[in-house]
C-alpha cells in the first residue's frame, strides 16, 4: 500500500472516530438534561366544581404549577407570577410528602396589603393538590377593633371611677369642714356626669357598629333637630359665655333614626362649645338642596393640626389628651358622628386650623315633601 492509500484510509478512520465520539458525547448529554414532566390533567367536573365554591380555590400538580384557579382566587390577588405565596407552598409540600390533609391560619402578601388567610391543601389527585382559601382579613381586623376598644373603654373607665372613690374617701375625711364638703361633692357630681357621658356613648357606639341604616325611618326636621342639640349645650355655653349662633334655612328634612341624628349634632355642638374659648362664638348653621343637606357648627377654638385630621374620627383618639380630660371630652363623639353619617348614607367633612377653630360638617341625604310624608318628625 503505498504512503497516500495509507493516509487516506488513517483519514476516513479519524473521521468514523470522531463521529462516534461526538455521538457518545450528545448522547450523555440528553441524559443528563431533566426530562419535562407532562402536565397533569384535571378530573372532569373538577373546575365546575371548584367554581361554585365559596372558597378561592387553587390546583397545584406536582412540578408546583398553578393548573386552575378560581375567580375569587384571582381577585383577592393569591397569585403572584402564577405562583402561590411561600406559606401556602409550604403546605403543599407537606401535603405532597404525607397525603395528609392540612390546614392553618397564614399572614400573606397579597397586592399592596397583608392578608389574614385561612388555608386547606388537600390531594385530589396522585399527581394534583388543591388548595382552598378563605380571607379572614376583615374578621381579623373586627377582632383587633374589638380588642383594642374592650381595653380603651376598660382604661376610660378606670379614671371617673377612680377619681369617685378618692372623692368619697376625702368627703368622709373633710365631714366636719362643710366647705370641703361642697367642693368635694361638686367635682364628684363632674365625675358623675361624665362617667354617665362615656357609658351612654359606649351605648350608642355599640348600637351603630355595623354602619347599617335603620330599620324604622323617620323624616325628621332639620330646623328642631339642631335646636334641641343648641339647646343641650346651652348650659354650658352660658357657663364660658359663649354665643351659639344657629342660622337655618327652612323646609329642611332628612329621613333617619331621629335619635341617632340628634346623637350626632349634638355631639359636634358639645364638642365645638368645649373647645372653645371663654366668651367667643359657635356657628351652628344648615344649608341643602334636593340633593342633601348640609349642617355646619364652626368655632373658634385651638384647631387641629392637619397631620391629626385623619385619626379624630378613631375611637378614643384625642388631640390633647390632657385637655379632654380637664373638659370631660370622652374620644367617642367624632367617631359617633361618623358612624351615624354612614348609617344614613352621608358623611362628615372636617376644616380646621390651629388657632383659628374648626368647622364640621355633616352631609346627609335630603328628603323632600314629593316623597311618602308618613313619619314626620
Known amino acids: 500500500m503505498d504512503t497516500s492509500g495509507g493516509i487516506l484510509i488513517a483519514g476516513v478512520v479519524g473521521a468514523a472516530i470522531g463521529a462516534w465520539a461526538t455521538y457518545l458525547w450528545r448522547f450523555s448529554e440528553r441524559r443528563h438534561e431533566p426530562v419535562p414532566e407532562p402536565v397533569a390533567e384535571i378530573p372532569p367536573g373538577a373546575e365546575t366544581v371548584l367554581s361554585v365554591l365559596s372558597s378561592s380555590a387553587v390546583i397545584v400538580d406536582s412540578a408546583d404549577r398553578v393548573l386552575q384557579a378560581s375567580a375569587p382566587a384571582v381577585a383577592m390577588g393569591l397569585l ?3 405562583a402561590l405565596p411561600e406559606p401556602v407552598m409550604e403546605l403543599v409540600h407537606q401535603v405532597r410528602r404525607d397525603g395528609q390533609v392540612r390546614e392553618a391560619e397564614l399572614a400573606i402578601s397579597a397586592g399592596r396589603h397583608m392578608a389574614h388567610i ?13 388548595v382552598l382559601v378563605d380571607d379572614r382579613t376583615h374578621a381579623y381586623r373586627l377582632d383587633a377593633i374589638r380588642r383594642d376598644f374592650v381595653a380603651n ?7 371617673p371611677i377612680g377619681a369617685l372613690n378618692l372623692l368619697a374617701e376625702a368627703v368622709a375625711e373633710a365631714k366636719d369642714d362643710p366647705a370641703a364638703v361642697v367642693r368635694f361633692a361638686e367635682r364628684m357630681q363632674g365625675e358623675s356626669e361624665r362617667l354617665t357621658r362615656l ?6 357606639l355599640s348600637r351603630l357598629q355595623n354602619d347599617t341604616a335603620s330599620d324604622d325611618p323617620v323624616v325628621v326636621k332639620v330646623a328642631e333637630l339642631v335646636a334641641e342639640a343648641a339647646e343641650h349645650s346651652a348650659t354650658e355655653a352660658e357657663r364660658k359665655n359663649i354665643d351659639i349662633a344657629v342660622s337655618l334655612a327652612d323646609e329642611l328634612y332628612v329621613q333617619g333614626d331621629r335619635a341617632q341624628l340628634y346623637a350626632a349634632v349634638s355631639n359636634l355642638v358639645e364638642n365645638a362649645v368645649r373647645y372653645s374659648q371663654n366668651d367667643s362664638r359657635v356657628s351652628v348653621s344648615a344649608t341643602g338642596d334636593r340633593e342633601s343637606v348640609r349642617i355646619s357648627v364652626a368655632d373658634r377654638g385651638v384647631g387641629i393640626a392637619n397631620e391629626e385630621l385623619d385619626r379624630i374620627f378613631e375611637r378614643f383618639y384625642r388631640v390633647d389628651p390632657a385637655r379632654a380630660r380637664n373638659t370631660g371630652g370622652t374620644g367617642l363623639g367624632l367617631s359617633i358622628v361618623k358612624h351615624v353619617a354612614a348609617s344614613h348614607g352621608g358623611s362628615v367633612e372636617v376644616w380646621s386650623e390651629p388657632g383659628s377653630g374648626s368647622t364640621f360638617t355633616l352631609v346627609l341625604p335630603a328628603w323632600s315633601h314629593d316623597m311618602d310624608e308618613e313619619g314626620l318628625a
Open 80 to 82: 403572584r407570577d402564577d
Open 118 to 130: 385561612h388555608a386547606r391543601v388537600a390531594p385530589l389527585t396522585s399527581r394534583l393538590v388543591v
Open 153 to 159: 373603654v376598660s382604661h376610660e373607665l378606670k379614671t
Open 199 to 204: 357609658v351612654q356613648q359606649i351605648i350608642d
